[in-house]
């Protein structure tokens, strides 16, 4: 089982659309990122959350870390074809800040 | 900005034969990642170094080991290659390898793949 729950796994809207992704677990994260992965390609860091409740905006890009730091939330406003890609977030634990847990991905398609 | 360096870029291998492949991390990184990733498939990290020691151990294959050198660079060795081992390679490389704001880069990955 993953530690960090992505949800949906497969997301397909149309340009001009909003989109939201989540990360969930039960366990606490000292830190969570988000990645954005183009297919054959390297995943490439999005933004880092640390503080819980903490809102960043990139762009059309708002990711917000839960209070608890369990969860985390990315949405893409006005969504245009090149958001597509696979989405990941990951998260360094408390007790293990050391090593990055990768959720299982999902997948973003924007028709145009 | 420079970033993770990866080499090769893709690699074909026959059934049992081995396979080197090297990561030169961001300057002034001084940890590296290694991740697997299958089709479809999030990474599945597989081994770390800090500052030129093993520092962590994933689902890595006895017939896989690794090693960080002088330079930070790293390298992963792949002996008796299986069909099963084909696969995205990623490197990834952070300064220092703790703490809340502690960030991995990836590499653009080595497509290996096994006939």
């Known amino acids: 089982t993953q530690l960090l729950e992505q949800s949906p796994q497969f997301l397909s809207i149309q340009e001009g659309e909003n989109l939201t992704v989540y990360c969930n677990s039960s366990?606490?994260?000292?830190?969570l990122q988000w990645y954005r992965q183009e297919p054959g390609e390297g995943p490439v860091l999005l933004v880092t959350?640390?503080?819980?409740?903490e809102v960043k905006k990139l762009k059309r890009l708002t990711f917000q870390f839960g209070d608890a730091r369990k969860d985390s939330s990315l949405h893409i406003t006005a969504a245009q074809p090149g958001d597509t890609g696979l989405y990941l977030c990951?998260?360094?634990?408390?007790?293990?800040?050391?090593?990055?847990?990768f959720g299982a991905g999902t997948t973003v398609t924007v028709r145009a | 900005a420079a970033g993770v360096i990866q080499s090769p870029r893709h690699l074909i291998k026959e059934k049992r034969e081995t396979a080197t492949l090297k990561c030169y991390p961001i300057?002034?990184?001084?940890?590296v990642y290694w991740y697997q990733q299958g089709p479809g498939q999030d990474p599945q990290f597989l081994i770390s170094?800090?500052?030129?020691?093993?520092?962590d151990k994933g689902s890595i294959p006895d017939r896989f080991s690794a090693q960080q050198f002088s330079d930070y660079h790293s390298e992963l060795n792949m002996s008796s290659l299986e069909l099963g081992d084909s696969a995205l390679y990623f490197c990834?490389?952070?300064?220092?390898?703790?703490?809340?704001?502690?960030?991995?880069?990836f590499g653009p990955g080595t497509r290996l793949t096994v006939t």
């Open positions: 990834a490389s952070s300064f220092g390898n703790r703490g809340p704001r502690f960030e991995q880069y």
């Open positions: 366990s606490v994260f000292s830190s």
């Open positions: 959350v640390v503080t819980g409740g």
């Open positions: 990951a998260g360094a634990e408390f007790t293990n800040d050391y090593k990055l847990s």
């Open positions: 300057p002034r990184h001084d940890t």
């Open positions: 170094f800090y500052e030129k020691m093993q520092s």
